[in-house]
């Protein structure tokens, strides 16, 4: 765990890791900006569990510290034309969970297929598949939400953390009974760069590659239960 976290991050001054209990750990850093890259990384995971981070404070026990909450980037479908103002990925984000920050790259001027939200949501509630929205006076519609690096999600109860197979519901239920309205499609689609032959004369947004990266860097996580 520690040498698979250490090579994720590799921080630059370097990290120092306890374990406090089973399945607890105290991450020491030793500068700011390792700090930083590593909360603005999350989700990290380590065996398709997600590492869970919580930044302490002064005078923090590291047993009291609830850790519940997980930042991750959702890429938002299926928005109309009148909604592409930073408002809306702020609404969105509360909804979803607690708005973070929206990406940077959103309002550009290139067209994205979707928008990208940061958000900090409670492990312990099923993700949110979609959102009805509206102008006022306008017809309602569905957007829907991809979620960024998650590695483990219960398609039948939406928690991330374990698989469908382990999930306690399942021996609640009888067979028949069993609906799966979670699916491996609320996962975003990793992002490769793709280089053709005639990319040389093609034009891309030039946040394109900034964008891809960010993407595919991060790992998959899921809860830490
Ligand atoms: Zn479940």
Redesign the pocket.
């Known amino acids: 765990m520690k040498q698979t976290f250490a090579a994720l991050w590799r921080p630059g001054k370097g990290v120092y890791v306890r374990e406090i209990e089973p399945n607890l750990y105290l991450f020491q850093f030793y500068h700011e900006l390792d700090i930083k890259r590593v909360l603005e990384g999350s989700p990290w995971s380590s065996n398709r569990k997600a590492l869970i981070i919580s930044r302490m404070k002064e005078g923090d026990v590291p047993r009291n510290i609830s850790l519940n909450k997980l930042e991750l980037w959702v890429q938002v479908y299926d928005l109309r034309v009148g909604f592409m103002s930073e408002r809306v990925p702020k609404e969105i984000g509360n909804y979803i969970g607690s708005f973070v920050e929206s990406c940077s790259k959103n309002f550009t001027g290139t067209w994205w297929e979707y928008l990208r939200v940061r958000v900090s949501i409670d492990v312990t509630q099923p993700l949110k598949r979609k959102m009805k929205i509206r102008q006022s006076g306008a017809e309602w519609f569905w957007i829907n939400f991809k979620y960024e690096n998650v590695r483990t999600l219960?398609f039948?109860?939406?928690?991330m953390g374990?698989s469908?197979k382990f999930?306690?519901?399942?021996f609640e239920m009888a067979i028949y009974e069993i609906t799966k309205p979670y699916g491996a499609w609320m996962r975003a689609p990793l992002r490769h760069k793709i280089h053709h032959i005639g990319s040389k004369w093609l034009r891309e947004g030039e946040e394109v590659g900034d964008r891809n990266t960010a993407a595919s860097e991060g790992v998959g996580k899921s809860t830490a239960a």
């Open positions: 219960c039948i109860c939406g928690i374990h469908e999930g306690s519901r399942l």
